[in-house]
């Protein structure tokens, strides 16, 4: 959440009409582990993504506050309010796919967000059917009006790069 990390208790009296002033404590952004830690009365900008400051326990959403010389807060937040804590998505041990899961992307994102970089799966195997009256297969003779079925052949191929078994149907 794009905003500002506080102490959740800072904000308890903040109200549009009376915003609450806190001191900047320095900018968080994501993929650094921060070392700023929030006293009373600060706040620290953080990006979405961003690892949470020492002393912090809420995120005020940058729209609900005004920056010019000084931070003003124009809404309380409640401890946790615009945080997302380690493992809450999925937690350590736990099970996340079922053998026999067929993976479609919403399956391969879980496995990605785990940071699997392989999983083994079962082959598939794909039917490949071309039709038409002109197709020939290649190596069987060509009479006029036919050409050679090279969908069948070309998909086929694309499919053993990608781990599969095709079988061709006439």
């Known amino acids: ?6 102490r959740a208790a800072d904000t308890f009296e903040a109200r549009e009409d009376r915003p609450i002033a806190l001191k900047l404590a320095g900018c968080i952004l994501p993929g650094i582990n921060p070392d700023i830690k929030i006293e009373d ?38 401890i946790n309010e615009n945080v997302m804590h380690a493992g809450a998505d999925i937690m ?3 099970r996340i796919l079922k053998k026999g899961t067929s993976l479609g992307p919403r399956e391969t994102g879980l496995l990605a967000a785990t940071g699997r970089g392989t999983v083994m799966v079962n082959r598939l195997t794909v039917g490949l059917i071309s039709t038409g009256n002109e197709l020939v297969r290649p190596g069987d003779e060509l009479r006029p009006g036919q050409i050679y079925d090279i969908n069948s052949f070309s998909i086929g191929s694309a499919v053993k790069e990608c781990g599969g078994e095709p079988v061709y149907f006439v």
Do not use: C, H
């Open 1 to 6: 959440m794009d905003g500002f990390a506080v």
């Open 41 to 78: 009365g600060e706040a620290a900008e953080i990006a979405t993504g961003a690892v949470m400051p020492a002393g912090a326990d809420a995120v005020v959403m940058v729209e609900f506050t005004r920056n010019n010389e000084e931070l003003l807060i124009l809404r309380p937040v409640s």
């Open 92 to 94: 350590a041990g736990e």
